[in-house]
């Protein structure tokens, strides 16, 4: 198996098996959907598609976790990579903005990355037109951290994404001089700092670098990604649903994120309102059984990830026994899976402009 897995990591094939939700699908487009695509923890992130979430400034002890689940994360995209036989959508509907021609300023969005083209459209590519939207006298380019989803895609579709590196290079050869680089990490954690690391070492080539914070770091973070997600999901909120969100999750220290956003929810009278982890804990059975303390009859399944990437259609949405929706349809819920990631949400893309803002602020300083 390590031998296999070594060869297709070397063939740098990114792709994920699916399994369409048994119960109902709701896709970021509001219709139901079988097919939906691997992102790996950090998009994306989270992947957070997506793979370390849950890592903070402050918790020196993240990095081998966050090592290990990145590892893992591109290693659960390549393991089944032999195998595509599901639509991922049209690719040439997706912007991959590498284009030249860049001026003197460049804001660049650094991303996990997705190989699936409706969910990279809905979510990367979101957030990336609301941040052009919102600073037009930027041009907004994008650059992802995973290698295998960029040269899957590649190979698959012919569309050229570019790595932080070329990004970068790129930045250079086309005259930039302020360059503010916003990430749709989550936390501050490994991917993070590697990325600060990587963008440090062109300190001399511009005028200006500024690099903006992830999604969750203060505790105004953490209310507005709080509002966000009770705003995306109140439709559902009819005093007999509980509605569950999925995140990652880290054997690290800042897995405490988890119970934060938790904690903060009940404070706010959510009570309806659960938050698990696919790695960690809280775990799916404890979840469960918070749940089945109250009286619901209906479950809402949504992944906290930037993107919903393989955890979201597989662990959450899957039809194994050992899905989400599996487990909670045996303890006898209706349940309905929303395969949206946090990057498809409005109010969560106005929080990465803000943070976008103050990277602005000081490149124009």
């Known amino acids: 198996m390590k031998k296999a897995l070594a060869t297709l990591l070397i063939a740098s094939m990114a792709i994920a098996s699916l399994a369409a939700c048994g119960g109902t699908t709701t896709s970021g487009t509001g219709t139901t959907e079988t097919a939906v695509d691997e992102s790996s923890v950090y998009d994306n992130t989270i992947s957070a598609e997506e793979s370390a979430l849950a890592e903070s400034n402050t918790d020196t002890s993240v990095s081998q976790d966050t090592k290990a689940e990145t590892s893992a994360a591109d290693s659960s995209v390549a393991e089944e990579a032999e195998e595509e036989n599901y639509e991922t959508g049209d690719a040439s509907l997706d912007n991959p903005r590498n284009q030249d021609d ?15 083209n409706d969910n990279r459209r809905n979510t990367i590519g979101a957030i990336e ?17 995973s290698q295998i989803i960029i040269d899957h895609v590649k190979s698959r579709d012919g569309e050229e994404i570019d790595n932080v590196k070329q990004a970068l290079d790129r930045a250079v050869a086309n005259g930039v001089k302020r360059l503010v680089v916003q990430p749709t990490h989550l936390m501050n954690g490994l991917e993070y700092t590697d990325l600060t690391e990587e963008v440090s070492q062109y300190a001399d080539a511009f005028d200006k670098i500024s690099i903006g914070e992830p999604l969750l770091g203060t505790d105004e973070d953490f209310k507005s990604v709080e509002e966000a997600i009770t705003g995306a999901t109140a439709s559902y909120d009819d005093g007999q649903t509980a509605i569950v969100f999925m995140g990652h999750g880290t054997e690290a220290d800042s897995n405490a994120i988890y119970s934060k956003m938790q904690e903060n929810l009940k404070a706010d009278k959510y009570d309806n309102y659960y938050i698990g982890t696919v790695e960690a804990t809280p775990s799916v059975t404890d979840v469960l059984e918070q749940v089945k303390a109250g009286d619901y009859k209906r479950v809402v399944l949504r992944p906290l990830m930037v993107v919903a990437g393989d955890h979201a259609n597989n662990d959450m949405a899957g039809d194994e026994d050992d899905s989400w929706k599996s487990i909670f349809e045996a303890a006898g819920y209706n349940v309905e899976c929303v395969l949206e990631g946090l990057g498809s949400v409005d109010a969560i893309h106005e929080i990465y402009v803000a943070h976008a803002q103050k990277a602005v602020d000081e490149a124009l300083s």
């Open 102 to 116: 860049i001026g003197e300023n460049e804001l660049l969005v650094v991303s996990f990355g997705t190989s699936f």
């Open 129 to 145: 037109d609301a941040l052009e939207k919102a600073f037009p006298d930027w041009s907004v380019r994008r650059a992802f951290t």
